[in-house]
């Protein structure tokens, strides 16, 4: 079993729907949890950011943490074209060692 | 966050040759990594360069084709030497930033290359 997996898409979904890009892992230690954007040809943005389990907002992102079933989740509302790329979580332990990425999804938003 | 530049942000290169990334960072950090991406593929981590040591390589990476140099708190390279087509990849570096219950990583543009 990897430690982290994903599912690797690609995903194709219309202009102004809720998008759900999902990870599970398996290493009990990990802590931190993180959500990249990457678009073609560029370097991995950090999105959004969780510390243990809940939930957290920003704008049309959310992310949620279950670590009792060692699976996190990104929902985009309203998607929009401009969301098309790969979507990669990571996470990593207490410490910040460990770091460990998800293969990525690759999201098309279509207009 | 951070702003991370690389150099070159493209190559195409010729077998055997070896080719050395720059990675420059807009203020200090103690934590530098280098990723390898293939395409459509997600981050391998080559190995992490801290400064004054020598860096930490993951299984599968050795010195020898990977040297890398961590000369102060801003700046890390990355040289991969004896190139083949099989080293064709993206390579990425990243910092990590540490506050108080985070520990961030932040990813350079990338350097696409290509062995021929």
């Known amino acids: 079993q990897k430690e982290v997996e994903q599912d690797p898409g690609p995903l194709s979904v219309p202009e102004g729907a809720i998008v759900s890009l999902n990870c599970t892992y398996s290493?009990?230690?990990?802590?931190?949890f993180m959500w990249y954007r990457q678009y073609s040809r560029k370097g991995p943005e950090l999105l959004m950011y969780t510390y243990s389990s809940g939930n957290k907002e920003d704008g049309r992102f959310t992310a949620q943490v279950d670590k009792s079933s060692k699976y996190i989740s990104l929902f985009i509302r309203d998607s929009q074209p401009s969301d098309s790329a790969t979507y990669l979580c990571?996470?990593?332990?207490?410490?910040?060692?460990?770091?460990?990425f998800g293969p990525g999804t690759r999201l098309s938003v279509l207009p | 966050s951070a702003v991370i530049s690389q150099k070159p942000s493209r190559d195409i290169c010729q077998r055997g040759t070896s080719l050395t990334i720059q990675c420059q960072v807009d203020s200090q950090v103690t934590m530098m990594f280098w990723y390898r991406q293939q395409p459509g593929q997600s981050l391998t981590l080559i190995a992490t360069a801290n400064q004054g040591s020598e860096a930490t390589y993951e299984s599968g990476f050795v010195i020898d084709k990977f040297p890398i140099s961590r000369p102060n708190l801003t700046f890390s390279t990355l040289t991969v030497s004896n190139m083949s087509p099989e080293d064709s990849s993206i390579y990425l570096c990243?910092?990590?930033?540490?506050?108080?219950?985070?520990?961030?990583?932040?990813f350079g543009p990338g350097t696409r290359l290509t062995v021929t």
């Open positions: 290493n009990s230690a990990f802590q931190y």
């Open positions: 990571a996470m990593s332990d207490n410490y910040g060692q460990n770091f460990v």
């Open positions: 990243s910092v990590e930033r540490n506050t108080k219950n985070s520990y961030e990583q932040y």
